[in-house]
């Protein structure tokens, strides 16, 4: 109860008598007549008032869970040193090296993956920890539910450093790099923000020290022949595709263009882009013709804006085009800066305006349309060992390839680190040699405060908004 109270008492006593030659302490009859008094008034005050007593026994309970916290903090750090392994956590398997500098620990989504990346590592260095499902939001929970909770535990017991702000220390820090090796669908993703919330929270300087890494297993195997690879992405999966596909595919179109090999590489990943970034304004813009015509549009600067000539050519060319919507051109006195605004008999539904021209992805998509109009002349013929066919579109042709080139491919789509055998997962994501790993570095410590406390925080209003303002934009969304 007294815990942060500060009281000055006047007492007036008629013989006063000190202990000692000090005089540093006052008899102790005095403090008999001063706590009964004080029981007694308080008690009174407390009748009347129930409120201040609820906040106060509040108090009490808040300063319990504190003293219980810091107790389990204190009991997860009492190991002598890095050499020494007792009271670490039964899942862990640590290494033999003891050098915390040449160690390394995986932090594991499940223990299924954990018990390959077991069997796979190379025990001298590499320590493996699984953890059984989804780690505690710690945004949200109370410090002491936290250090309640067996996984969050289990990590501050294997890394060593201890928790808090009285009992952290990275100096004692047991593994160098911290790895964290989830799946990669939407609950890796998920388990993989709990765990940086955890770190930027409560071990932040191991964040900043550089020692915290997040794996990258592969989500493709394709062989062909004796060819056999491991894709980490989709991007990287198409490049392999169309690499195989322009060795035996030609593509002709009008005006005498033939493309083949690099050239027709290049036009094909370049197109597959462009229908991306295409897709993504899609979501602003509504139809896929609009979208073409902005990326040809003139609307590059600022001052293009600024300017209404080449809004008003933009506006021509959605009025030839005949549109299902209707375009007008505005003037926006806030800003000083014309826009076109779309819409229909519902009302507006878009602008386009130097907010949207000064976006990375329109720009991207400008640079790309310009790549392609060189080439893009429709119709399309595609050759591949004496056999054609005609395409329409640049879009169509890409498709045809890629499919066509799959024909040749036997391809396995990895869900989760549990369906690699151990084997597959040293030789892709653990061998220092041939895996990628990503370091996560605080280069705004604003921004990612800022970050994590509206999505992982309690309050809700700012999440929602922040999902408002951000839905057109989200990829790989996963319902």
Not at 160 to 179: E, M, P, S, V
Not at 265 to 289: G, H, M, P, S
Not at 333 to 361: F, K, T
Not at 407 to 417: A, E, M, P, W
Request: a positive charge; charged letters at 35%.
């Amino acid at each position: 109860v007294r815990e942060g109270l500060i009281a000055v008492v006047s007492v007036k006593l008629p013989q006063p008598q000190f202990e000692g030659q000090t005089k540093g302490k006052l008899n102790s009859d005095i403090k008999g007549h001063v706590e009964q008094l004080v029981n007694d008034r308080l008690g009174e005050y407390f009748d009347k008032h129930s409120t201040v007593a609820r906040r106060i026994i509040g108090k009490c309970i808040d300063a319990a869970r504190a003293r219980e916290a810091a107790r389990k903090a204190r009991e997860l750090t009492r190991r002598k040193s890095a050499m020494d392994s007792g009271g670490l956590p039964g899942k862990l398997a640590d290494c033999q090296e003891r050098d915390p500098a040449n160690c390394e620990i995986f932090i594991v989504e499940g223990e299924s993956a954990g018990g390959s990346a077991k069997q796979g590592r190379d025990r001298r260095y590499q320590a493996i920890l699984p953890l059984k499902g989804k780690i505690l939001n710690v945004e949200k929970a109370r410090y002491d539910k936290m250090l309640g909770h067996e996984e969050i535990r289990a990590i501050i017991t294997a890394l060593g450093t201890g928790i808090g702000k009285d009992d952290f220390d990275a100096g004692r820090l047991r593994y160098h790099k911290i790895i964290l090796m989830t799946d990669a669908d939407v609950d890796g993703s998920h388990i993989r923000t709990l765990l940086l919330t955890f770190f930027f929270r409560h071990m932040k300087e191991l964040v900043e020290r550089g020692h915290v890494y997040i794996a990258q297993p592969p989500l493709y195997r394709v062989k062909r022949g004796k060819m056999d690879r491991y894709i980490r992405d989709e991007r990287e999966f198409s490049h392999e595709l169309m690499r195989r596909a322009t060795e035996d595919h030609i593509v002709k179109a009008k005006e005498g263009i033939s493309l083949e090999g690099a050239a027709l590489t290049t036009f094909l990943l370049n197109v597959q882009e462009y229908d991306q970034i295409a897709a993504k304004l899609l979501r602003r813009l509504r139809e896929r013709a609009l979208v073409d015509l902005v990326a040809a549009s003139d609307l590059e600067k600022k001052a293009d804006f600024e300017d209404k000539k080449a809004l008003e050519k933009l506006l021509k060319a959605i009025e030839k085009a005949k549109l299902k919507m209707e375009a007008k051109l505005s003037y926006d006195e806030e800003h000083s800066l014309y826009e076109l605004v779309l819409g229909n008999d519902s009302g507006p539904w878009a602008r386009i305006n130097w907010a949207l021209a000064s976006r990375q992805d329109w720009k991207r998509l400008r640079t790309l349309g310009r790549a392609i109009s060189a080439s893009d002349k429709p119709p399309f013929s595609v050759s591949c060992n004496g056999d054609k066919v005609s395409k329409e579109s640049a879009v169509q042709v890409l498709a045809f390839v890629l499919e066509d080139a799959k024909k040749d491919f036997t391809i396995t789509r990895f869900k989760g680190l549990g369906e690699m055998n151990p084997d597959q997962l040293w030789a892709t994501t653990m061998n220092a040699e041939t895996r990628t790993l990503l370091q996560v570095k605080l280069e705004d410590m604003v921004e990612a405060e800022t970050i994590f406390t509206t999505l992982m925080g309690e309050n809700v209003e700012e999440r929602r908004k922040f999902i408002e303002d951000n839905a057109l934009d989200v990829q790989n969304l996963d319902i």
